[in-house]
């Protein structure tokens, strides 16, 4: 059997470079599957589909980081609306207005020299 | 269903290596190897009684073969299981296992570290995770303090009842000579302490300390003729919900839960049979949560549960006795401390701290970012 040609990472990195979130789908399981795997861990298959997703989501978890140097920042859990969580931040808001629940959308971070491009979300509603 | 023999093994020697700050150059073995000593010597048996190695450390990545080398051991019967702060009491259900399979007959478990003197990202260099690192979590506290954001969104849980639990820790370190911290510690002190990662402040983390120690144990019934009384293992049980913490099924709900079940079941035992617990304090959160996963009180009810000192020396349930890794020692997987209490519990070893006629303790090991869970219930010859 041949190598497999792309690794998950490969081709979930692949989609942000074009300005996509993607995720796979276990049709099997009919299930979202976050992080990419190379097996589907409800059914021990390897039937992924790759899917992109439209990058709404709701904020399930929050925290701001007090670095010792720099300026505190957020780091959130998203459950994104395909049926998935990831762990990203919010921007575009003071780290602590994050709020649980709070419906936001999904933006490339740019790749940076040796780091890649990665997900970040902004609020997706003017704040009331 | 684990396999296991309720009492079938038992904790014949318990003891601390050198801990808080150690001596300048002293290693994570030499610290293994001296907890070893004095657990050896604790209960009279010598080194060349050890035919089984359990042991752990971030510092080593094989250390069991380095303590077969340190010690002299070649033909010993090795595990060197690592999941975190909890893999101690995953060994002692592992050497359980061994000691009733005949691989071994005198089995030690041995920790060192010296985090605080190299410093924790030498001491625990971070994996990186393509799926969470380019957010700079401040792991394991960003982890523990997004369940925390959870738990108080979900139960109404507030940032007093959190301290409480820190509180608590620091009242029972004040009763154990061998506690890092040394001073009171009120509510409005840890709420205004320097800010680590919302809603957490450092008053709210595990102290950074060296440290190590072994435990011995023995089939239950070779135990008996030694210098201290056996405390027999009564119950076992592990759960491991995930690794990083994007990946937890419920940030509310931990693997407590299976891992409590099964060890009570082993056990033939409930909460309610429980006289002292040792719970894994590595944030105020964890205490809260294992309160509730163990069974000491309904789901979302565990900041409530802890306050007015309930947990404290003055409490009616006495809750990490030896101050916690929130207060006593923390050096990076204080899973065996929890262990070494226990049994000092049940021996009624403790001065200022000892429970009274403390005859069951349940002990619950957490690795990881609340990944994988363990649970240990001791008892003496009482509750055989």
Redesign the interface.
Known sequence: MANTAASP?GVY?EHLAKGELAYQFSPDANAAVF?PRVVCPFTGGDNLQWRVSKGMGTV????????VKGD??N???IDVDEGF?????VEDIPP?DVR??MRVRFRV?AADGE??A?PVFTPAEAAA | MNGLTRGSAAIVGAAESDIGAVAANMSPLDLMAQGVHRALADCGLKLRDVDGIFCATTQARTSAMSLCEYLHLPAAYTDSTIVGGSSFEVHVAHAQAALAAGLCTVAVIAYGSTQRTVGRRQASAREYN???T?????LPA?AY???A??HM?EFGTTREQLAEVAVAAREWALLNPAAWEKQPLTIAEVLSA??????FTVRDCCLITDGGGAIVMMAAARARSLAKPPVYVLGCGQAITHA????MPN?TSTGARESGATAYRMAQMRETDIDVLALYDAFTINTILFLEDLGFCPKGEGGRFVGDGRIGPKGSLPVNTNGGGLSYCHPGMYGLFLLIEAVRQLRGECGARQVAQAETALVHGNGGVLSAQATVILGTRATL
């Open positions: 990472l990195l992080y399930h978890a929050t925290t701001v980081v007090t670095p505190p920042y780091v959130a859990l969580r990831m762990m990203s931040r602590l649980i629940g971070h780091e890649p990665y | 393509p799926y969470e380019p957010f700079r979590p401040f960003t303090a997004l369940a954001s959870r969104h320097r800010p680590i990662s919302h809603p990083s913490i994007s990946s940030l």
